[in-house]
Every structure is written in structure tokens, then in C-alpha cells.
């Protein structure tokens, strides 16, 4: 198997920076320089993006970013002792030693094995004692693979191995509570491991029985039934669903993400002792095998716009492939069929009285336009049931899809639209979780998710709509499609430049999702007769394109201004721009948020503005210039993308010239290691 680490990996005592994306970028250009990355910037953006859902810092003064990337060819570990120590969000302070994981995507099972064996060692003071101790490169080299080499930790009586099968005769007839536990994150190499063996040491001390199913990349061997019926709690640290939920169906829960796992692994087995206890305690619902985070306990503490903002993106995330692929077969019926394919009912009056055998005055074009028209229409027309479906989805899991879907289906017939499949979704899925909660003799709990809840919830969801809400958000619906499909002039433009802002703001982040879903959902009102959803869409695209080019257009034109790194990273973001992959320009923003996301703002709403006016329209809600076929005025939207992009890419340049920067000297400058 491929050595995982070499001194050449290895960085011992140096200053790497004073913040983790200094320390990773630096790791990750180790990496590729030992031939086992393809590139630096695409490695470090994978680790770097990972690192901001999770702080890799652990108690001890270490930390573990970590990452699967497509841009590393081989697993490999790489290693610093810092000199100045940099925080990695641990709550004991900064880390000065740091293992960087670089997985590929899709790395073997044996490998993965190995590396969260390592992160579980860096749970152990004597090997981290050692590690600091190191003199050479070789001897880190040669600690890590002792490390690798031994066989796991015994752990306490009563307990089990992470990895291993667990069976009812391991538990201890004295202890007082059992306990069982799930450890997930969602790269499934380093935070899983170390917190199920942070959990496991910390009930030893106390004198419990608890035993850990690790649900990592390595695969999982799910805990013994038995032992889980005898459990008198569960815990969950967890950053992921956990698969097989319902199997703890009815314990006692304890819910918090992986990380607090290992920086407070006493505090949960406590919570976890209590909640045996208390008949209030919140427990694992008997038809939640996949009920997302936000229904645990502590849900309560998280704030609810953020919970409505969750589900909502859910339903969004969901619908966006029936726009994507219905947008993109109406804009190829047109070009196959002509524009007055959506005329009258010229498709269905194609598809009725011909075939493929029969063609309309033998015009194979004119007959497969309407059928690519016909499927997309299809396709659009569940826009609004599955956005309603998956909010539902998003609040009560499963047994919300069908009445969420049922009411989006009440919200498009009476003419309520995307609005009225947003509060459709809500109804139903507060209606089934609500629902869901109720407490039913144990022969009934097997028809609950599959019959019970869909056909109430369905019953309370549609029949508010049918009967109170669907009219007035009709109404409301109406009026607002009244107001986008009258905007000229001042109007549009004012639009186009507030789109433009968000679309470059946080380049993929929340507000930049926020204005791209509002163009996705308005997409199906989108027509020939009414095209200012259309408007919004290519508006929203144009934008989004920006800064990804204009990085690439500075790097081209001021190459002294930017590291080679930077230039590389800059050849890769012309077809990111051009592609419509606003994150192209996340490694820029990252290394320089004060200019780069100004100067991207600017240039978006440069951009956003001149689509507006123009009148540019776009029926694909993704894919950029590679789905010209669907922009209308294609001419001015590429004008308006290469006006955006030379702004952005002037001020950008401005900016770094006359902008107050930090001093050169004063940035921390690694200094490499021999082999």
C-alpha cells in the first residue's frame, strides 16, 4: 500500500500563518508538490470549504483538516508543528500540531480505515507528546506509521470497538446505564472516529456502559439489536443523518454535532444518564428513520428563521431538477420546432394526430420539437407540488412528501402558484409532524408513516387551502405577476442591480442561494406573453458568471498582482465562469474577501442592470453560455457578461493598487523543508 506520509510531507516548527486557510493552503501546496494532488488552489478549496462547516480544532492543541477532493490522486497525510500556534475553533485554544488528511473522492476502504485510525491516536497524550517531541521529518514519519501499525485500543468493559460487532453478553451487568451511541460527519474520516473513542473513555471514567456504531467512509458495522433494545439512552453526535434511525425508534436522545463529541464527551454521557430518567426526555420518533437534525432537542436553541430557511432550501433543492430539465426541453422544443410550438395547443395537436411514423408534412424537426416541448411543459408542471412536497419533506420527513405534494397540487389548480406551494409545504409538513407526534397503541405505529399521517395531514393541509388560503394567495399571486410582467425601464434596472449585488456577494453562500432560488421559482410562470420570470432568471445567471471571469481576466491582465497559484487558479475560472459556477472565485474571495467580493459586487450589478434593461431572457436556470439555445437576446447577454466582468476586473486591480493593504513583510512566509 502507498506510504500515506513522507518527510517530505512533513513541516516541523515553522510559522504557516495566523489563520487556518493560511496553514491549508500551505499543506495542501506540500501535497501537490509530492505529486499526490493535481493542483494546489482546487485542494485547498475542498479542505478549506470543509473546514468552514466544521472547525477541525480538538482539545490537545491539534488540529485535522480534512477533506475528499477530486484534485488529490492518492491518500496522503501531511504534517505541522506550528511555531506560532493558529486556532482552528478548538475551545481550549490555539493548535500547533496540524494533520492535513487529503483523501480522493474515491478512495479505498483500507485507506480510509487507516487515516481515522490515525485521527482516533491523536485522542492519545502519549502519541501527541511524542509528536511534539519529533526532531526530524523521519521521526514523525516513523510515529505516524507505528501508530498505523498497532492494533486498535482496548476499550472499557462493557464497551466495544467502534468498528467491531456488538453483542448483548459485552454489557455489563453493573453498570448502571447503558448507552449506545452514533458518530457521523460528513467526510466520515477523522471527527467520527475520535469523538465515538472520545465517548467510549469518558463513560469508562464514569462507570458506564456505552458502545459506539461508527457510520464513517470506512464502512459500518451496525450495532447488535439486542444491544440497543437493553439501552436505556442513545446518542447521536452526529453532522449527517444517521442511517437506520429508525432502529433507535422510542429511546431517550441526545442530539449534537460530532464535533462536541469530542470536546465535551463527559458533559453528553451525563445528558444522556439523565434523559434515561426523564419520561420528558425527547426520544427518537417511531417513524423518523431519516428525521432531519432540526427535529432534535436541541433544535430548540437554533433560531427560527434559520429552521424556515432550511426547509425552504430543501424544497428548493429538490424542485430545481424538474425546472433544470423542463426549462432546458421547452428552450429545445423551440429550437426544433420554431418559437410558435407554445402557440394555442399546436404541440398537443402535433403529438395527437402524428407519430413517428406519421410526421406533420414529414418535418422530423416540427414533431420532435413538440415532444421535447411537451416533456418540458410536463416536467414544469410539477414545480410546485415538489417544492411543496420536499418543504414538507424538510419538516417531518418521509410521511410529509405525499400531503406536501397533494397540497402544491391543491396551491397550481387554483392558481396559487409558487407562493401558494410555499405555504401549501408548511401546512403540510407542520400538519405531519404534529401528527406524528401522537402517542398510538404499538399496532398502529406501523400504519402511521404510510397511511395515517399522509391521509390527515393531506385532509388538514388541502382543505385549508381549498377552503381559506388558496383564493387569497391566488389574488396575491396574480398581482405580483401583474407587477413583474409590467417593469420597464427604472423598475428593471433597480432590480437587476439588487439581484446582481446578492448574486456576488457571498458567491454561493446563502444570499447568493436566496436570489437564485427566487429566480428558479418563478421560472415555470415564465412565457412568451409574460417574460419577466425569464428577465429575472437570465439576470440572475449573467451575474453569477461575473466574478469567476473577471478573476480570470485580472489574473490574465496583471499577472505581477497575483501568486502563480493565483494565475493557475485563474485559467480554471474562465470555464467555471463561463460554466455558471459562481464558486470558481471562492479561493480569490477567500484570500482577499475586502477587495475581491467588492469589486464582484459591482461588476454583478453592472451586469444584472444592462440584462434587465435589455430585456434578456433565460428558459435554463443553469449552464451558462453552453445553453445559448435558451437565452433570448443572446447577443446583449454576453455583452452584459464581458461589461460586468472587465468592471469587476478593473476595480479588482484598482483596489489592490491604492487599497491599504497588510505589509508584504509582515505575511507569514513558510519556509520548506528538504526530503
Partial sequence: MTQLITPQLVSLDQNLGDSPADVIRVLAGKVAAAGRA???????????????????????GIAIPHCRSAAVTEPTLAMARLSHKVDFGAKDGPADIIFFIAAPEGADQEHLKLLSKLARSLIKKDFTAALRAAATGQDIVDLVEGALADKPAAHAAGAVAAEAPASASAASATAPKRIVAVTACPTGIAHTYMAADSLVAAAKEMGVDLQVETQGSGGFTALDPSVIAAADAVIFAVDVDVRGKERFAGKPVINAPVKRGIDEPAKMVQEAIAAASDPHAHRVPHFGAEENAEHASEAASEHLGTKVKKVLLTGVSYMIPFVAGGGLLIALGFLLGGYDIALGTKANDILVNNSLFNLPNGNLALY??????????????FLVPALAGYIAFGIADRPGIAPGFVAGAVAGFMGAGFLGGLVGGLLAGLTAHWIGTFS???????LMPVVIIP??????????????LGRPIALLTLGLNTWLTGMTGVSAVVLGIILGLMMCFDLGGPVNKVAYSFAVAGLGAGSLANPAPLQIMAAVMAAG?????????????????????ERENGKAAWLLGASFISEGAIPFAAADPFRVIPASMVGGAVTGALCMAAGVTSQAPHGGIFVFFAIGNLAMFVISIVIGAVVTALVLLALKRWAVRKPVEAEPVPVPVAA
Fill in 38 to 60: 493535481s493542483e494546489v488552489e482546487g485542494l485547498f478549496a475542498d479542505a478549506f470549504a470543509r473546514e468552514q462547516k466544521t472547525a477541525t480544532g480538538v482539545p490537545g
Fill in 368 to 381: 420532435l420539437g413538440a415532444v421535447a416541448f411537451k416533456i418540458g411543459g410536463l416536467s414544469l408542471g
Fill in 440 to 446: 398510538v397503541p404499538r399496532w398502529l405505529r406501523g
Fill in 455 to 468: 391521509l390527515l395531514a393531506s385532509i388538514v393541509a388541502s382543505g385549508l387551502m381549498f377552503l381559506f
Fill in 545 to 565: 458568471m461575473v466574478p469567476p471571469l473577471a478573476m480570470a481576466l485580472a489574473t490574465t491582465l496583471n499577472k505581477k498582482g497575483f501568486s502563480l497559484a
